[in-house]
């Protein structure tokens, strides 16, 4: 009986060691996704602008393309990924777009893509009256400087936008509320469009003080 007891002890003890040495288990790959690529959509042929994405999750890499343009430089701060982009023509098929795409940690290719207009005849910082665009965000007031197009909500601006903004143009007929804090949180401002639509130079308490907002 004794003998017995030690064979089975034996055999558990080495099935524990082979389980040791060669795991049954295998970690859990982590997927990624890209959030808010921001950047201007109504551009003029031959100028650059600059665009913005924040990839969440895991990426082996975060790389640029653009139909109808060149893609100058790109470079990071270390969570939010930046490429300059000079547009020079319109692709017949594709239109013009910015991409950015790369493959997360499971191996699944992933991309965020962002539509722009090349064929402004003015200053392509108005972009009133485009299609799809329910507000622009300037970092000057009377809607200057850089700026980027929204037509949905963001919980969370990027990195390159957050607390920058000091203007904001809102189309007719939609309503723009901006909020201090990232998801919608802090102090609300509430920003109508009217018949013709408006343009804001935020107050103090909101100039470069902007984090979220919500487009209805």
Known sequence: ???KQSIFFMVVLMF???SFVFPSGVSACEEG???NLNGPTVVEFGKSYTYSVYPRGAFESVNWSAAGGDVLKTWNDGKTYFAEVRWTHKDSQKGARVKAWGKDGCGTMRDARLWVNPDAKRDPG???GVPGVAAQFYDL???KGDHFSASQDQSKLSSAWDN????IWVAANREVIIYEGPHFNGQPMILQGGQKGALYNLPDRFNNNVSSFTIR
């Not at 920058?164 to 203007?167: A, E, G, K, M, Q």
């Open 16 to 18: 524990g060691m082979v």
């Open 126 to 128: 108005a972009g009133r």
């Open 1 to 3: 009986m004794m003998k």
């Open 164 to 167: 920058r903004v000091s203007s």
């Open 141 to 143: 007031y009377d809607a």
């Open 33 to 35: 996704s890209f959030e």
